[in-house]
């Protein structure tokens, strides 16, 4: 059983702010620390002080980042350029965005989801958390008591109920309608009518949700909720700490957009490239890609459309430093028994996963390799190459994105995916809409 509520959201005040805009930035885990400085400096107002504030000498228990996102917020809603809506209401959000030629639309609701003995059932992560990361987050939301953005999740609407009434509200006119820095378009619409409300709760009873991003986000929640939890003698489960904000996005949207997450290897390989291509014969069919400095373009086009094409086929595309005029792409052979390979105890669906068959096969057996500190990890395929072909990194592997259906199947036998396996693109823009947390408040 999943319990979603409305909520009193947190919006900039358009009255206040004139230029939405500024105020909105990506999540904090893609900023870096150039970004960071941009944002700080396009206004005084953006969520960047919020949800990844600048660190300075002589910080301490008493004032640090987390402290002061704590008191930014506090004041940003006392001197009204942050407004608390009056009465709880569920939110429709849209983000519409570009990826390569194609314009995508991508929908969800916004609800509290409450915590409970069921629900740990049936919210299910699908990647590995990290400690440090956890407990930054963890800080944040002591400090703070709010969730300053969503955790992006998956639920099936097949017969696609909450599609139909979210399509509905979007006829109406957005409370938010604005374009961030990365030129994602975000609006958000208000779900106000109880008929409403009620016939997405009710709906969401039945359901199964899958954390798409934002699994850091989700454990800090949890974690704060328990520790709350301890302090309270008279535990209801309506409490407002035991809620956390979510964005529900059907998984038969067709704005889901994953992209696969490329390999860089940091450190020198042991043999040399065509030692390392004869010992993948016995594993793959290899088709090689040699191109001349006038031809690269054409034939790093003509590469990356026949690694598309074999998208079910286990299929790479390795770029050494020590051939730096040939692509090559492999492709599983059909008569390779993956279970007489990876002998780990998990699913064949997480077995024949592409990353799983990377880092099993290749990199652990054959180049003994298995720490992921030896790795950089990019979505960006150019940046992949030339961290090989302008920079020290001995090889580069691009990767086909990892397919919904099968995040899902391994999400539902409570299993988590190899480490850096996905990237739902685009993140969920921070500023949009934020959830105050408020101590002695209930949430029914």
Same mark, same amino acid.
């Given at each position: 059983?999943?319990?979603?509520?409305?909520?009193?959201?947190?919006?900039?005040?358009?009255?206040?702010?004139?230029?939405?805009?500024?105020?909105l930035s990506?999540?904090?885990?893609?900023?870096?620390? +150039?970004e960071?400085?941009f944002?700080?400096?396009?206004?005084?107002?953006?969520?960047? $002080?919020?949800?990844l504030?600048?660190?300075?000498?002589?910080?301490?228990?008493?004032?640090?980042?987390?402290?002061? *996102?704590?008191?930014?917020?506090?004041?940003?809603?006392?001197?009204?350029?942050?407004?608390?809506?009056?009465?709880?209401?569920?939110y429709?959000?849209?983000q519409?965005?570009?990826?390569?030629?194609?314009?995508?639309?991508?929908?969800?609701?916004? *609800?509290?989801?409450?915590?409970?003995?069921?629900?740990? $059932?049936?919210?299910?992560?699908?990647?590995?958390?990290?400690?440090?990361?956890?407990?930054?987050?963890?800080?944040?939301?002591r400090? *703070?008591?709010?969730?300053?953005d969503?955790?992006?999740?998956?639920?099936?609407d097949?017969?696609g109920?909450?599609?139909k009434?979210?399509?509905?509200?979007?006829?109406?006119?957005? /409370?938010?309608d604005v374009?961030?820095?990365?030129?994602?378009?975000?609006?958000?619409?208000?779900?106000?009518k109880r008929? +409403?409300?009620k016939?997405?709760?009710?709906?969401?009873k039945?359901?199964?949700?899958?954390?798409?991003?934002?699994?850091h986000?989700?454990?800090?929640?949890?974690?704060?909720?328990?520790?709350?939890?301890?302090?309270n003698? $008279?535990?209801?489960? +309506?409490?407002?700490?035991?809620?956390?904000?979510m964005?529900?996005?059907?998984?038969?949207?067709?704005g889901?957009?994953?992209?696969?997450?490329h $390999?860089?290897?940091?450190?020198?390989?042991?043999?040399?490239a065509?030692?390392v291509?004869?010992?993948?014969?016995?594993?793959?069919?290899?088709? /090689?890609?040699?191109f001349?400095?006038?031809?690269?373009?054409?034939? @790093?086009?003509?590469?990356t459309?026949?690694?598309?094409?074999?998208?079910?086929?286990?299929?790479?595309?390795?770029?050494?430093?020590?051939?730096?005029?040939?692509?090559?792409? %492999? #492709?599983? @052979? @059909?008569?390779?028994?993956?279970?007489?390979i990876?002998?780990?105890d998990?699913?064949?669906?997480?077995?024949?996963?592409?990353? !799983?068959?990377l880092h099993?096969?290749?990199?652990?057996?054959? %180049?003994?390799?298995?720490?992921?500190e030896?790795?950089?990890? !990019?979505k960006?395929? +150019?940046? #992949?190459?030339?961290?090989?072909?302008?920079?020290?990194a001995?090889l580069?592997? %691009?990767?086909?994105?990892?397919?919904?259906?099968?995040?899902?199947?391994? *999400?539902?036998?409570? /299993?988590?995916?190899p480490?850096?396996?996905?990237?739902?693109?685009?993140?969920?823009?921070s500023?949009?809409?934020?959830?105050?947390?408020?101590?002695?408040?209930?949430?029914?």
């Amino acid at each position: 059983m999943v319990d979603i509520f409305p909520f009193c959201g947190v919006l900039y005040n358009k009255k206040r702010v004139k230029k939405l805009s500024n105020v909105l930035s990506p999540p904090y885990d893609v900023i870096k620390d +150039e970004e960071q400085e941009f944002l700080y400096n396009l206004s005084d107002f953006n969520m960047v $002080r919020l949800i990844l504030g600048k660190d300075f000498p002589g910080d301490n228990e008493y004032n640090n980042k987390y402290v002061r *996102a704590a008191s930014s917020f506090n004041g940003w809603i006392r001197h009204g350029i942050l407004s608390v809506e009056e009465k709880p209401s569920l939110y429709v959000y849209e983000q519409q965005f570009k990826y390569g030629t194609k314009t995508y639309s991508r929908t969800g609701i916004i *609800a509290l989801l409450r915590f409970d003995d069921v629900s740990k $059932r049936k919210v299910v992560p699908h990647e590995f958390t990290l400690p440090t990361p956890k407990r930054d987050r963890i800080s944040l939301i002591r400090s *703070a008591s709010a969730n300053f953005d969503n955790v992006f999740s998956l639920f099936s609407d097949e017969k696609g109920k909450i599609s139909k009434i979210m399509k509905k509200m979007k006829k109406g006119k957005p /409370e938010l309608d604005v374009k961030d820095v990365k030129g994602i378009i975000n609006r958000l619409w208000k779900v106000k009518k109880r008929s +409403e409300i009620k016939k997405i709760q009710k709906y969401f009873k039945d359901k199964t949700v899958f954390i798409a991003d934002g699994h850091h986000r989700y454990e800090a929640a949890l974690q704060f909720k328990n520790e709350m939890k301890v302090r309270n003698t $008279r535990f209801t489960e +309506e409490e407002a700490y035991n809620h956390v904000m979510m964005d529900f996005v059907p998984i038969q949207s067709l704005g889901l957009v994953v992209l696969p997450i490329h $390999r860089v290897l940091k450190i020198p390989l042991q043999f040399s490239a065509q030692y390392v291509l004869t010992q993948l014969e016995a594993y793959f069919d290899i088709f /090689e890609y040699p191109f001349k400095k006038k031809s690269e373009d054409k034939i @790093k086009k003509k590469m990356t459309k026949e690694l598309q094409k074999k998208s079910n086929e286990h299929a790479f595309c390795f770029y050494f430093k020590e051939i730096p005029d040939t692509y090559y792409i %492999l #492709a599983l @052979k @059909k008569d390779v028994i993956i279970h007489d390979i990876i002998k780990e105890d998990k699913s064949d669906n997480w077995k024949n996963l592409d990353v !799983t068959i990377l880092h099993s096969l290749v990199f652990k057996n054959l %180049l003994g390799i298995e720490d992921n500190e030896n790795f950089i990890f !990019t979505k960006h395929q +150019e940046e #992949a190459l030339n961290y090989v072909k302008d920079q020290n990194a001995s090889l580069a592997v %691009l990767l086909n994105p990892v397919k919904v259906e099968d995040i899902i199947k391994i *999400a539902e036998k409570f /299993e988590k995916m190899p480490q850096k396996s996905t990237y739902f693109y685009p993140k969920l823009t921070s500023g949009v809409i934020m959830n105050r947390i408020i101590l002695g408040e209930k949430i029914e």
